[in-house]
């Protein structure tokens, strides 16, 4: 079974405040991946890393953040939350070796912002 | 570029059914092709994955085979249960240096299985 957690589960907040998104496993993976869960139900890449002070832009557009200073965390950041950043956020992470590569992924954040 | 269509829904059904979600995708190459489950409240769980053609994928009762002529991968499973209820996902492996590891998900399908 992954090892992979998310806190918080659930966050309501106000607008115009921070917030971070925690995301930790235990595999040793050296990839990990945030998505976007709308709630059409589909998947967005925002943010990925492939090791260690790597992080790079997704698929769709983001306004948060993303730091990779320890291999095993990979948090998530808004500096000033907006209405349209209410969503699901999926962590996942994957070996970084072997083909196919699958990812494990963590159980979410949901995320309501008045 | 790369992409993965699967068929929408939700798709209701009852139990002990047959259920068969269709999947196909565009890419160049051999990309490795999977089907993740999200189960209410949960994340994503890899349910089966394939390498390479022809290649039979089968977990807790589901099977899908990589079909390069079609280029499919349709989900089947020959009786289901209610606990089969979730949000199926097919998704599909990059096959360059560049999105070595990433995923190319389909939009989802929604299934209810009622008693």
């Known amino acids: 079974e992954a090892d992979i957690y998310q806190t918080p589960r659930y966050l309501v907040i106000g607008t115009g405040k921070k917030i971070t998104l925690e995301c930790s496993q235990t595999m040793g993976h050296d990839k990990m991946y945030w998505y976007q869960q709308d709630p059409g139900m589909e998947l967005h890449l925002i943010h990925y890393s492939y090791g260690v002070n790597s992080t790079e832009k997704g698929d769709l557009s983001s306004e948060s953040t993303v730091s990779r200073i320890r291999t095993e965390h990979f948090p998530l950041t808004l500096e000033s939350a907006r209405p349209s950043h209410t969503s699901q956020y999926l962590c996942?992470?994957?070996?970084?070796?072997?083909?196919?590569?699958?990812?494990?992924f963590g159980p979410g954040t949901r995320l309501l912002v008045l | 570029g790369n992409s993965v269509t699967q068929m929408e829904g939700p798709v209701t059904l009852s139990e002990e059914a047959f259920l068969t979600i269709n999947c196909t995708y565009t890419?160049?190459?051999?990309?490795?092709l999977f089907w993740y489950v999200q189960y209410p409240g949960e994340g994503l769980q890899l349910l089966l994955k394939a390498t390479k053609a022809d290649d039979k994928g089968s977990n807790k009762g589901f099977e899908a085979t990589y079909r390069k002529e079609t280029t499919s991968f349709h989900l089947e499973k020959g009786s289901v249960q209610v606990s089969d209820s979730a949000v199926y996902f097919c998704a599909l492996g990059g096959m360059t240096t560049d999105s070595w590891g990433k995923l190319q998900f389909g939009a989802g399908t929604q299934v209810v299985v009622t008693p």
């Open positions: 890419a160049t190459g051999y990309p490795s």
């Open positions: 996942a992470s994957s070996p970084g070796s072997g083909v196919p590569e699958t990812q494990y």
